[in-house]
């Protein structure tokens, strides 16, 4: 076999395997949202949860479900950046180096129930928070800081050396070379990376049953850090184990129809400002 036909044979397999993960992609979107979409509405996404009365909403979780994502964002992306950074730019390759790379990627591999059990016994128990939304979020971000490191630093270092060099060239200190060029360039990159991290955070159950609780606050929209917190996805997982709501397999399948578009969304909405980015720094190919 000639090396043209073994290259349009391998072309034509890879676009096999393409269309058959977006066809199982859509298949599986399209029956969440066959399912879901007809539940959806004002009183169902905004209206308060019941536990035994069919009806209920689920405004209370979806609050406390961007509610978790936003503080454990608040507290890991500093901390990603920096130490992105670090890696990418003032590390030498020296055992503290080394040190620090494996137990990024060691913790990255940890399953998010070990991460919740830790959670537990640290905030839940040791510091007295009870089921709270400040336990959850703190323990929600050990499972995004480590992919966030990573990606901060691989996306530092596919920034051309000679931007860094010309920087230094024109009289910039190592700081101003790294704040102004950088981390602008990186920045689509990083984007792509939290957004990644923030979808997956979303429908996260195991690490939020045992630290952020399975119960609601009764105000809606209660900002109160040592509140329960029960989000979205555990709301879905305690109703398929132990809810008693008569209506409770319409309300996941509502669940997770809302949970779809709220991914879609968010993609969608970090996604635009990385196209901006790129447009503005020139990275666009």
């Keep these: 076999m000639s090396a043209k036909s073994i290259n349009q044979l391998a072309t034509v397999c890879m676009w096999i395997a393409g269309v058959l993960i977006l066809g199982i ?4 979107l399209g029956y969440i949202l066959y399912k879901g979409l007809p539940v959806l509405s004002f009183d169902f996404i ?9 009806g209920g909403g689920v405004g209370a979780q979806l609050f406390n479900s961007f509610y978790i994502l936003f503080l454990s964002m608040l507290v890991s992306i500093p901390l990603a950046i920096g130490a992105g950074v670090y890696l990418a730019e003032y ?13 990024t990627e060691s913790l990255a591999t940890v399953p998010s ?10 905030f839940v128990n040791f510091f007295r928070a009870g089921f709270s939304i400040i336990g959850g979020s703190l323990t929600l971000m050990l499972l995004n800081l480590p992919v966030l490191v990573r990606v901060t630093e691989e996306s530092i270092r596919t920034v051309p050396k000679y931007y860094s060099e010309a920087s230094l060239a024109l009289g910039a200190t190592k700081f101003q070379t790294i704040w102004k060029v950088v981390l602008p ?18 429908g996260e159950t195991a690490i939020l049953i045992f630290t952020a609780g399975t119960t609601v606050s009764r105000h809606l929209g209660d900002t109160n850090v040592l509140a329960a917190g029960e989000t979205l996805a555990v709301h879905m997982w305690y109703l398929m184990s132990t809810g008693l709501v008569p209506d409770r397999v319409a309300i996941a399948d509502g669940i ?10 968010f993609n969608l909405v970090f996604a635009i400002p990385g196209r901006i980015i790129q447009k503005r720094t020139g990275t666009m190919r």
């Design 46 to 54: 905004f209206g308060k949860s019941r536990e035994l009365e069919a």
């Design 185 to 202: 360039n990186a920045m689509p990159g990083i984007i792509t990376g939290i957004t990644l991290t923030a979808g997956r955070a979303l």
């Design 113 to 122: 129930i070990v991460l919740g059990l830790f959670g537990m016994i640290v």
């Design 256 to 265: 997770g129809a809302l949970l779809i578009i709220m991914i879609l969304i």
């Design 91 to 103: 590390a030498k390759e020296n055992r503290l180096t080394y040190l620090i790379r494996l137990s």
């Design 25 to 28: 992609l859509m298949a599986f």
